[in-house]
Nanobody, 124 residues
């Protein structure tokens, strides 16, 4: 399984971005995906995730109501729509994936596959 994240960039506070994670997998429908981020000098933190069985998603409190994770089986990709961005959202964003399993997991060690990060910078 290979992942490639894209869509980062520079945006003003209050703006929006959509991150994409293209997934190369035999059975994308069994992929549970997540986004994590890491700001300079800080540890990597959970942002959002979905479970492969569909419908179940989870978000960090800091992004609830602003970010939405979704997937497109036809495109073998999942996304992170980020609205009302704030300077504190500035970070390198990583997409991650796991095959099968249950639940919506927010712990990085449960994800076996990672993409390279994409930088999101939010100016004030």
């Amino acid at each position: 399984v290979q992942l490639q994240a894209s869509g980062g960039g520079l945006v003003q506070a209050g703006g929006f971005l959509r991150l994409s994670c293209a997934v190369s997998a035999r059975t994308f429908s069994r992929v549970g995906g997540a986004w994590f981020r890491q700001a300079p000098g800080l540890e990597r933190e959970f942002v959002a995730a979905y479970n492969w069985m569909g419908g179940n998603t989870g978000y960090a409190d800091s992004v609830k109501g602003r970010f939405t994770i979704s997937r497109d089986n036809a495109e073998s990709a999942f996304y992170l729509q980020m609205n009302d961005l704030k300077p504190e959202d500035t970070a390198v964003y990583y997409c991650a994936a796991r095959l099968g399993g249950t639940g919506v997991l927010s712990t990085a060690r449960f994800y076996n596959y990672w993409g390279r990060g994409t930088l999101v910078t939010v100016s004030s």
